[in-house]
């Protein structure tokens, strides 16, 4: 008899033990708390540094390519900008790394909106072969740090004037398709 009771105890526990857990989730609700730094650009996850003198972080955080007497590193007696009719090249202008995931790498797509006098390449300047370009598609593995370099072609501008423009930076997860 204490076996047949026994036995019933355990059937009804595992049958209220099945019907609880066939239960639907209706509702959950917690207050948690969020934290996000923003940080310059050559301290955040996915950071630009500057590596030439003539490319900088501003006061608020943002990379600056400037080739003129407005660059806080520009020193008297130094050189002011470039010269018309003439093409240079810069190599490892600034650098882009990959700080966000341990085991990902990541696409970085940078697009420069000025004209066509600019335009940007990665790791050394080969000549005659390296090809800068204005949408530039670069894979970025985790802890690795990319060089991009700047070619500057000004033939047809004439001194005074200024090449402008903005660089935008856009990174998704996983290498760029060749």
């Not at 047809?156 to 398709?177: K, M, N, R």
Request: charged share 15%.
């Amino acid at each position: 008899m204490k076996k047949i009771i026994g036995l019933f105890v355990l059937i009804a526990g595992l049958l209220i033990a099945v019907t609880a857990s066939s239960a639907n989730f209706a509702y959950f609700e917690a207050d948690r708390n969020v934290h996000i730094q923003i940080v310059p650009d050559d301290n955040e996850l996915i950071d630009l540094r500057p590596i030439q003198p003539y490319a900088y972080i501003t006061d608020n955080g943002m990379l600056v390519i400037d080739l003129s007497h407005n660059n806080g590193n520009w020193q008297e007696g130094y050189g002011e900008g470039v010269s018309p009719n003439s093409t240079y090249v810069f190599e490892e202008v600034f650098g882009v790394s990959n700080d966000l995931w341990e085991q990902t790498p990541i696409c970085m797509e940078i697009t420069y909106s000025g004209g066509d006098e600019v335009t940007f390449f990665e790791g050394d300047y080969v000549p005659g072969q390296t090809v800068g370009s204005d949408h530039l598609f670069v894979t970025i593995m985790p802890g690795d740090v990319v060089r991009i370099g700047m070619i500057i072609n000004t033939t047809g501008v004439s001194a005074p004037d200024s090449l402008d423009g903005q660089i935008q930076f856009y990174a998704v997860a996983g290498e760029c398709e060749s």
